[in-house]
């Protein structure tokens, strides 16, 4: 029992000397600053800074901070900024701009799980105005943070914070791929993660001779956009079964690539007694005259 108290004793410790990074920027309901705005459920809350009257916020500097911290019982705390910024928070509902990102994240992500959005105004406002239109940035939806604006009916711009939680699914290998390999089910597999930050839009699902690797890819990679190019279905020198159709018959016959081409794409065939024709793709070694 004596050894158990010990170790109990040690993990408390451990834990309230635990580093923890400060935030960049705390909201806050008041006109001042309190530890409870810093620390969950504090045993005692106590006031730490008050913001200059007429004012909505108050910059801190972190070294300040942190002392202020230390002399209130907690210590571990660094971080990453000079300045640690307190705003408080508007009494304004910006449900519509969260439904606006919501779509918006819902249209790119296929089975999206959204957890929780948070907006908020860049500075304080006291209202909304009546009538505006939001606007977000098409290559937002790659991060779980950004900016979004709205413009009201005189033209005016007013610009929020936004923070979305949500876990998406993505596609990453299964093993090391080299350059040129066919992702297929053998390779690839489906997950899902907590929506941080791509650097390209992530490949969701995965259709059969659809995709190879544009470059080597490490096991357990994130598959985007960047990583794959589309498959080579005919490849230059391969033999192609080439389909003519007419309206009354299809004609099938074989044919030599002198191109490599993807679904969909024209590739150039060599006939019979070296005569070059053109056909469009339709699947693996297969080309249709149309």
């Given at each position: 029992?004596?050894y158990?108290?010990?170790?109990?004793?040690?993990?408390?410790?451990?834990?309230?000397?635990?580093i923890?990074?400060?935030?960049?920027?705390?909201?806050?309901?008041?006109?001042?600053?309190?530890?409870?705005?810093?620390?969950?459920?504090?045993?005692?809350?106590?006031?730490?800074?008050?913001?200059?009257?007429?004012?909505?916020?108050?910059?801190?500097?972190?070294?300040?901070?942190?002392?202020?911290?230390?002399?209130?019982?907690?210590?571990?705390?660094?971080?990453?900024?000079?300045?640690?910024?307190?705003?408080?928070?508007?009494?304004?509902?910006?449900?519509?701009?969260?439904f606006?990102?919501?779509?918006?994240?819902?249209?790119?992500?296929?089975?999206?799980?959204?957890?929780?959005?948070?907006?908020?105004?860049?500075?304080?406002?006291?209202?909304?105005?009546?009538?505006?239109?939001?606007?977000?940035?098409?290559?937002?939806?790659?991060?779980?943070?950004?900016?979004?604006?709205?413009?009201?009916?005189?033209?005016?711009?007013?610009?929020?914070?936004?923070?979305?939680?949500?876990?998406?699914?993505?596609?990453?290998?299964?093993?090391?791929?080299?350059?040129?390999?066919?992702?297929?089910?053998?390779?690839?597999k489906?997950?899902?993660?907590?929506?941080?930050?791509?650097?390209?839009p992530?490949?969701?699902?995965?259709?059969?001779?659809?995709?190879?690797?544009?470059?080597?890819?490490?096991k357990?990679?994130?598959?985007?956009?960047?990583?794959?190019?589309?498959?080579?279905?005919?490849?230059?020198?391969?033999?192609?079964?080439?389909?003519?159709?007419?309206?009354?018959?299809?004609?099938?016959?074989?044919?030599?690539?002198?191109t490599?081409?993807?679904?969909?794409?024209?590739?150039v065939?060599?006939?019979?007694?070296?005569?070059?024709?053109?056909a469009?793709?339709?699947?693996?070694?297969?080309?249709?005259?149309?």
């Open positions: 029992m004596r158990l108290t010990i170790l109990l004793l040690i993990f408390l410790t451990l834990q309230l000397n635990a923890t990074k400060l935030k960049t920027q705390y909201l806050i309901e008041h006109d001042y600053i309190l530890l409870s705005d810093i620390i969950n459920n504090p045993k005692t809350d106590t006031k730490l800074f008050d913001i200059t009257q007429g004012k909505h916020s108050k910059r801190v500097k972190s070294k300040i901070l942190i002392k202020v911290l230390k002399e209130n019982g907690y210590t571990g705390f660094t971080s990453k900024h000079s300045y640690v910024q307190f705003s408080k928070k508007s009494p304004i509902n910006s449900a519509k701009i969260a606006f990102i919501k779509e918006a994240y819902q249209r790119f992500y296929k089975n999206i799980k959204i957890i929780k959005i948070e907006v908020n105004p860049r500075s304080y406002l006291e209202t909304m105005p009546q009538k505006y239109i939001v606007h977000l940035q098409k290559k937002a939806v790659l991060s779980n943070k950004g900016v979004v604006s709205i413009k009201t009916s005189d033209n005016k711009k007013i610009f929020f914070n936004y923070y979305i939680e949500a876990k998406v699914p993505i596609l990453i290998t299964k093993s090391l791929m080299q350059k040129g390999d066919e992702l297929s089910n053998l390779n690839i489906k997950s899902s993660i907590i929506l941080n930050k791509f650097r390209a992530p490949l969701q699902e995965l259709h059969s001779a659809t995709y190879e690797a544009k470059h080597r890819l490490k357990g990679y994130i598959l985007t956009t960047r990583d794959v190019l589309g498959l080579y279905l005919v490849k230059r020198g391969s033999n192609v079964n080439v389909i003519i159709k007419d309206s009354n018959m299809d004609i099938s016959y074989n044919a030599k690539a002198h490599s081409a993807r679904y969909g794409e024209n590739v065939l060599i006939g019979a007694h070296g005569k070059r024709i053109k469009v793709v339709v699947g693996r070694n297969r080309a249709e005259i149309r």
